[in-house]
């Protein structure tokens, strides 16, 4: 009996044993969280097989919806518990700021990672928090102006405008004559409604003024002589001669937008680069008329686009740092940058792409949006950015709405900025 107990007991031993060896000799695999469209999810599976067949690192694809609000939630889930997936995730640019005050991300620096690849003002302004690297551009989005090529020389216009003096000469000039043909033709329409989008536009118009948001990180100079000049800009844009469909601070937003110069019934658009494949396909009424530029300034060469796009970053608890930071080398070295322009028309974070021949054949726009992105400008890198957003689109849809001045909303708006920063403890 003692024997057949000794035997048990080893067996045991040996299959406990068993277990240990074989779950020591098991790693768990990198994990990577983006969402988007089923064909870039497809074409993402493929990038990360051929990274996998490159040096040997597993990555499992956590799938998330294309809806940007759910992306959010679901990464902001799992750094607040402190999960150590996903290892690697994409941040839209607006995020970034909360996220990385937060401490959830891991700076970048120590991993070998050469930020002179990238457009340098949006590693300054966007991927870099407390002077510390802490994400780099996968797909760049910023604003720019569509304008109609055909009509422009039709009616003796060598470029686009530069400034907004100009623009609205131009329309001044050009809505009247083609009106007699069609009466539903505007000057320029932009997305005014009440809405993220709105804070977009803004921020273009009062950075472009010489104003902005914030000095710093957290000091609101919203009612400042700038903004209000560029407001009240803005404001007659709608209701002062107007060159502004009277519906832009209800219902412009980017679609609204979009097909009302796809239709053929606007002189000048501002939008996102998506637009310019929309209004080059072949069943397009403009196809072949549009050109794109930088937007306007209040002066020549104060350009503005407020950044958009996604951002790749780190998890502060990844428990597979040095393979995650090989996974981010790869997806953003030039081979792989160029891949995401070509197959899925993604505009790239890196520099160099924007000088390849066969991606310039495959997306000549390209060139010129390498111009508007010199040029980016992202939203405040706050924690509470959310909060100043909701402010602002309150008091500036006001503005645009004839409820308020352009002094009273911003004065206003800054007051209430104030009041919520001092709730975060912030002086």
């Not at 401490?103 to 302004?125: C, Q, T």
């Not at 510390?132 to 910023?142: K, N």
């Not at 993220?196 to 010489?210: D, K, Q, R, V």
């Not at 006001?398 to 308020?404: F, V």
């Amino acid at each position: 009996m003692k024997q057949k107990m000794l035997f048990f007991l080893s067996g045991v031993f040996l299959f406990v044993l068993v277990l240990l060896l074989t779950g020591c000799q098991e790693q768990p695999r990198l994990t990577f969280m983006v969402g988007g469209a089923p064909n870039e999810l497809a074409f993402f599976e493929g990038l990360l097989a051929s990274f996998t067949a490159e040096t040997g690192i597993e990555v499992a694809l956590i799938r998330q919806s294309t809806d940007s609000t759910q992306r959010k939630q679901g990464i902001l889930l799992a750094l607040r518990g402190h999960r150590p997936d996903p290892d690697v995730m994409l941040l839209d640019v607006a995020w970034i700021g909360q996220i990385a005050a937060s401490n959830w991300l891991e700076p970048l620096e120590s991993y070998g990672i050469n930020r002179e690849d990238y457009f340098a003002s949006i590693i300054k302004l966007a991927d870099t928090y407390e002077n510390r690297l802490i994400g780099l551009p996968l797909y760049i989005d910023g604003g720019l102006l569509y304008f109609r090529r055909d009509l422009l020389q039709k009616h003796g216009f060598a470029g686009p405008p530069q400034t907004w003096s100009e623009l609205r000469q131009m329309a001044e000039q050009i809505v009247p004559v083609e009106r007699e043909q069609n009466p539903n033709f505007w000057g320029y329409v932009w997305q005014g409604a009440q809405y993220e989008g709105l804070i977009c536009n803004t921020l273009e118009f009062f950075t472009s003024a010489g104003g902005g948001f914030f000095n710093g990180t957290a000091t609101p100079v919203i009612d400042q002589p700038a903004n209000i000049e560029a407001l009240r800009y803005m404001n007659e844009l709608i209701h002062k001669q107007p060159i502004s469909p009277p519906n832009t601070f209800t219902d412009m937003k980017e679609e609204e937008v979009r097909m009302h110069f796809h239709n053929g019934n606007a002189m000048f658009e501002r939008n996102w680069p998506y637009a310019w494949g929309l209004h080059n396909a072949v069943d397009s009424p403009v196809k072949g008329k549009v050109g794109i530029a930088p937007l306007p300034g209040f002066m020549t060469g104060k350009s503005a686009s407020t950044l958009g796009g996604w951002h790749i970053v780190m998890s502060k608890f990844s428990d597979k740092k040095p393979e995650a930071a090989s996974l981010i080398k790869y997806l953003t070295s030039a081979p792989v940058q160029k891949k995401l322009s070509l197959k899925l028309g993604w505009n790239p974070g890196r520099v160099d792409v924007y000088e390849d021949e066969e991606v310039l054949t495959a997306n000549p726009a390209l060139k010129d949006l390498k111009q508007v992105f010199n040029n980016a400008v992202p939203r405040p890198i706050i924690p509470y950015y959310s909060n100043v957003s909701q402010i602002l689109q309150k008091h500036v849809s006001a503005a645009l709405a004839n409820r308020a001045t352009p002094e009273e909303s911003l004065k206003k708006a800054q007051s209430e900025v104030q009041e919520m920063i001092k709730s975060y403890g912030i002086r």
